[in-house]
């Protein structure tokens, strides 16, 4: 089944053929013994493939790490970091989970409580728990287009508009965000608690059944050959050599709510199904309702938006909508809400096409429909704060646009409120403010485009620059007005986003990124020129952004080193300042970022790859850990793309690092921000301190560098959860640092001794009263007659 969208990207390709002629004729650079201590600490292998890249991440907040997969089709895995085993209610199973969008930490409750929403194919946003429930949905407001825009050649922003539908009543808004708050619940008693739960767990196993069946391997191998001779529909990307499988046809039949069970389980008994409950997953071992109907099964949780039902006219089509990109969650407007700022893709996919054809009457072609927009919901209520329509198109049109891009939010100008950045695949790269006007200047245009944009002050000039690489092979960064500042060709394709570090440690920040023609590139930033010792010559294409940190054991040393996956089954390590390669052979293809970070809990830094077809490998080596140093997530915190050693950053101090419960109202953090750029006069740094990721103990403002021990309060609720250090300078650019605690979780062992102790000491005291008033009757005389 062919893509709606992949035969276009495929024919902008072909610009590129001559420059991957040219990259054949180079010979790859010869690999040698770069780094001691490197060996594989586990590996692991997951339901589905992985192209989104992971996350490192600790659910249950008690100081052990996590890996957070979302893969291809169906799953949502956690591995244990040590061990590499599942964890308790994961892998998370759904027919509709279906995603290419890495996971972002968010708290809607503002409880301080960690939870995890997934961007969905479908278009959905849906939260997970740390226990791997589904805490709420919500669905992207669909795209409302003119039946016949085409044939009356209307342009995109007469053709098409975004119709969130009747916003729901602040009242409904309070109530449902206070159900929600399951903490603030208090007069509910326990067993009425355990009786709701209990009747949940039942509804919940009759009404909603998994997807498709477990795969065996030989099916599993045989559908990851496919993969090499289809072109998919999902991703717009032909750069990933067709290694991807057809969601539409991974789909099986809907599955539907039913009144009657079906199904091998459809014998049991509540009370069976209660005690199956209590040894599998729920979400993974259900098999009943197989579909009966049209409806295909929502996901549970509380829907966060209920809308009405959008009215269409006669000459009008409800567009669905797709994600294809990480979206980015933050308060963009400043005003203290929650908002996800999505870059969406409106199209008919096959699978809609074949399933639901009264969708679309006489004289309705689904191709005509193809649109991306950006898009900002405040995830507390529900509401779409503004949509913007970028591009109009046909699926056959040569200029058909799709949304590949994770927008950037940054305060390029500094002018106290933040814009967005998002790239086309037809080739521009467009600006909004915080509110979604357009920014003057912007958009500009490149080559086809299926990287997203980033931020870094590369030319020193104490401003942002917005860098960008397009498919043919052309790099760029604008300053915030749009202007270019310095341009490279480069042969290959740039797939994925730039990343930004100093690598050959002489002070400049460098451009680094792989081509599709297996090469890789670290530029100057200040004007854009090939360092020395590069470009690295790999044997396959790089999809994937590479990850720039220090192997060498300090956190200010002498350059960083590269490490980036291909697709000919290696992974490459680059000692930048010396030109050193050491490769990695995994025999997979990776299209997923490389992370680091202490996943086995050892205090050595370790790297995590994944890969095309489900494999995971931890790899330890021989650096000890550092938060300057790590790399947890694709983007760290909100906009960060830049290595932080020998640059910029902020790191809690080794000795608060350790897990503890915090026992009291106040407890003490030290923190150092490091900054080693160029002195510059009215420096300023923002430090938040927050439980979570809204719950904010502390907010300072700073004018220089170092070390800094603070007292805050603590939480009033007790929690496991986590505490951020969040580094925020006056461009936008932020910093994350995090541990785990517990807050007053264990209080209940100093009222035991405070009870206790009393105790034993009055009861000594008594004792030893008693025995220097005790009387000593005489012994009796015995007298001799």
């Not at 969208?5 to 991957?20: D, H, N, Q, T």
Request: with cysteine.
């Amino acid at each position: 089944m062919i893509a709606p969208f992949s035969l276009v990207l495929c024919a902008l390709l072909f610009i590129a053929v001559g420059r991957a002629q040219y990259a054949e004729q180079l010979t790859p650079n010869s690999t040698s013994q770069c780094y001691s201590g490197l060996n594989l600490g586990w590996s692991a292998r997951v339901g589905s493939s992985v192209y989104a890249t992971p996350r490192i991440v600790d659910l249950a907040h008690d100081g052990h790490k996590e890996v957070l997969i979302p893969t291809f089709s169906q799953f949502l895995e956690a591995l244990d970091g040590p061990t590499g085993e599942d964890i308790p209610g994961f892998p998370f199973m759904h027919p509709r989970m279906k995603t290419y969008a890495s996971p972002l930490p968010v708290d809607l409750n503002g409880d301080g409580q960690v939870d995890w929403l997934v961007a969905l194919y479908t278009g959905e946003l849906v939260i997970f728990g740390s226990d791997g429930k589904v805490q709420g949905y919500l669905q992207v407001p669909p795209l409302t287009m003119k039946r016949n825009w085409v044939r009356d050649n209307l342009p995109p922003q007469q053709a098409a508009n975004i119709r969130p539908g009747t916003p729901i009543q602040n009242g409904t808004v309070l109530e449902d965000i206070l159900r929600a708050r399951h903490m603030d619940d208090l007069t509910i008693t326990p067993d009425e608690v355990l009786q709701q739960r209990s009747r949940h767990s039942l509804t919940r196993r009759r009404d909603t059944p998994t997807g498709a069946a477990d795969m065996d391997d030989e099916n599993y191998d045989a559908l990851a050959k496919v993969s090499e001779q289809e072109v998919i529909e999902d991703k717009p990307n032909p750069l990933f050599d067709a290694d991807e499988l057809d969601i539409d046809e991974e789909m099986g039949p809907p599955w539907v709510k039913s009144e009657m069970d079906v199904g091998p389980n459809s014998h049991l008994s509540p009370e069976a199904r209660a005690s199956l409950d209590l040894l599998f997953h729920p979400e993974l071992y259900r098999t009943s309702n197989l579909a009966t109907g049209s409806e295909e099964t929502m996901f549970e949780g509380r829907n966060l938006r209920r809308t009405a039902d959008i009215i269409l006219s006669e000459d009008e089509i409800k567009v669905d909508a797709h994600i294809l990109a990480t979206p980015v969650v933050t308060d963009v407007d400043q005003n203290g809400d929650l908002d996800v700022i999505l870059h969406v893709s409106y199209f008919f996919s096959n699978d809609a096409i074949n399933k639901h054809p009264e969708r679309f009457p006489d004289g309705v072609d689904p191709h005509d429909f193809v649109a991306t927009a950006v898009v900002c919901l405040n995830l507390v209520t529900g509401e779409t704060r503004w949509a913007h329509l970028l591009h109009a198109s046909t699926k056959n049109s040569s200029n058909a646009a799709y949304a590949l891009s994770t927008p950037l939010i940054i305060n390029a100008d500094e002018d106290r409120s933040m814009e967005v950045y998002v790239s086309t695949s037809p080739g521009f790269v467009f600006g909004f403010t915080a509110d979604g006007k357009p920014l003057g200047g912007w958009p500009v245009l490149l080559g086809p485009l299926s990287a997203s944009p980033t931020a870094e002050d590369v030319t020193g000039d104490g401003t942002l620059d917005i860098c960008i690489g397009d498919t043919e092979g052309k790099v760029r960064c604008y300053n915030a007005s749009g202007t270019i500042m310095w341009e490279k060709d480069v042969i290959g394709g740039v797939a994925d986003r730039l990343t930004f570090g100093d690598v050959d440690g002489d002070g400049v920040v460098d451009v680094v990124f792989g081509t599709t023609s297996g090469l890789i590139y670290a530029l100057r930033g200040t004007d854009g020129t090939v360092l020395p010792s590069f470009p690295i010559v790999t044997g396959g294409s790089i999809v994937a952004p590479v990850l720039l940190l220090n192997l060498n054991g300090m956190m200010f040393g002498e350059g960083l080193d590269i490490v980036v996956p291909s697709h000919n089954g290696r992974v490459y390590l680059v000692r930048a300042s010396s030109g050193c390669v050491q490769t990695i052979d995994i025999d997979e293809k990776s299209s997923s970022m490389v992370l680091a970070d202490d996943v086995l809990g050892n205090g050595q830094m370790d790297l995590v790859v994944t890969t095309i077809n489900g494999g995971v490998y931890v790899f330890e080596t021989a650096t000890p850990y550092t938060a300057m140093n790590a790399w947890p997530s694709k983007t760290k915190g909100v906009n960060g793309c830049s290595a932080s050693g020998n640059h910029v950053g902020i790191a809690i101090s080794p000795n608060f690092r350790t897990f503890r419960d915090i026992r009291g109202d106040t407890f003490n953090v030290e923190f150092t921000i490091y900054d080693a750029r160029p002195v510059i006069m009215n420096r300023s740094y923002a430090v938040d301190i927050t439980v979570g990721t809204r719950i904010r103990l502390y907010r300072m403002r700073f004018d220089k560098p170092g070390t800094h021990n603070v007292k805050v309060r603590a939480p009033l609720e007790r929690m496991y959860s986590s505490l951020n250090v969040v580094l925020t300078l006056p461009n936008g650019q932020s910093f994350t640092d995090s541990i785990s605690l517990s807050f007053n979780m264990y209080f209940m062992h100093a009222i035991k001794y405070t009870l206790i102790v009393p105790f034993l000491v009055v009861s000594a005291a008594l004792m030893l009263v008693h025995k220097r008033h005790e009387v000593v009757e005489p012994e009796a005389v015995q007298y001799l007659f």
